[in-house]
């Protein structure tokens, strides 16, 4: 069985769209607000996983999803809000090279994200299935399919020239520090580890934060995607709200997948929130073991990556 991901309908029409989708076991991406037109040959997104499992499984019982438990605990215990201040500032400097957004791309290949349970395939090959599948069924958007194509640069950091940050400090799921841990966090026991998880300004609700505070002004657990944001960010890139938004918040799946933490959220992020929910559907099942002819796609990547990026860029 496939899943189906065609164009949303209205928000009005939002009790019929859900009746059609139980009936057809279609998978509706729905943001909450109109969109363009989708192409005719829509993706057709699998049920399982490269490994033969259900997406975003942490509980099976394999080799992958042990490496994928121990990345965790190691997380949990480590992001804490004092060492994501650190990072922060460390890595806001943009003082490790300079080189154009394919360079970084093809700096991927290198890399492998021990965080995720559905893929292990080098990271350039990812980027291109989101990117493809985005473009095949919106093809008027560009901004999206690039937002695809380098949502996951930040991945770098891993590489000994950008400082060689373990996969703790770089990948998976992100999450709110000076505030309490959500349960929706996954694998949610090992927090108890983390400094922060007693401190009574950290570990009620709240925390340090006013309700509709904004994220921009909350200290996420540092990794690839707040690092992705601060260069794109300050080396002058174009791409709209919604695009920084996804890239800073991609990984944020307790808000994103399981609707945690929206109280700290402010009007923007509510209504950028849409197209990350919509990107999220092409990021989590376009992961395949098939590869793209990179070389095929790469003159139409470079042409985006030129509307919108200087040639040149800080990292």
């Not at 993706?43 to 992958?64: H, V």
Request: aromatic fraction near 14%.
């Amino acid at each position: 069985m496939t899943i189906l991901i065609e164009q949303p309908y209205l928000e009005t029409q939002s009790e019929e769209r859900n009746v059609h989708a139980e009936e057809t076991n279609e998978f509706v991406l729905d943001g909450g607000f109109p969109l363009p037109q989708l192409s005719q040959d829509v993706f057709l997104a699998p049920e399982i996983n490269s490994f033969g499992k259900a997406f975003r499984n942490y509980d099976a019982g394999t080799e992958r999803q042990t490496t994928v438990e121990e990345f965790y605990k190691k997380q949990h215990i480590n992001q804490t809000y004092e060492f994501v201040k650190r990072m922060r500032e460390e890595y806001a400097k943009l003082d490790k090279t300079e080189m154009g957004i394919w360079e970084c791309c093809e700096l991927l290949n290198e890399v492998v994200d021990d965080s995720d349970p559905d893929l292990d395939e080098p990271q350039i090959q990812h980027l291109l299935q989101s990117a493809e599948a985005i473009r095949q069924d919106y093809p008027n958007e560009d901004w999206l399919h690039l937002t695809a194509l380098i949502h996951d640069l930040g991945k770098i950091l891993l590489l000994p020239s950008f400082g060689g940050l373990p996969q703790w400090a770089v990948v998976g799921d992100t999450f709110p520090l000076g505030c309490a841990f959500n349960e929706s966090n996954v694998h949610l026991k090992y927090f108890k580890e983390n400094a922060d998880y007693n401190n009574p300004a950290y570990n009620t609700k709240n925390g340090i934060y006013p309700n509709g505070v904004g994220l921009d002004n909350v200290m996420m657990s540092f990794g690839h995607d707040d690092y992705m944001y601060m260069v794109a960010k300050e080396n002058g890139c174009t791409l709209p709200s919604a695009a920084m938004f996804i890239i800073r918040y991609h990984s944020f799946y307790p808000l994103h997948k399981e609707g945690a933490y929206t109280h700290l959220m402010n009007e923007e992020d509510v209504e950028n929130l849409k197209w990350l929910k919509i990107f999220n559907k092409y990021d989590l099942y376009s992961k395949s073991k098939v590869r793209l002819d990179v070389e095929k796609v790469k003159p139409y990547y470079m042409s985006l990556i030129e509307k919108y990026f200087p040639a040149k860029l800080r990292w």
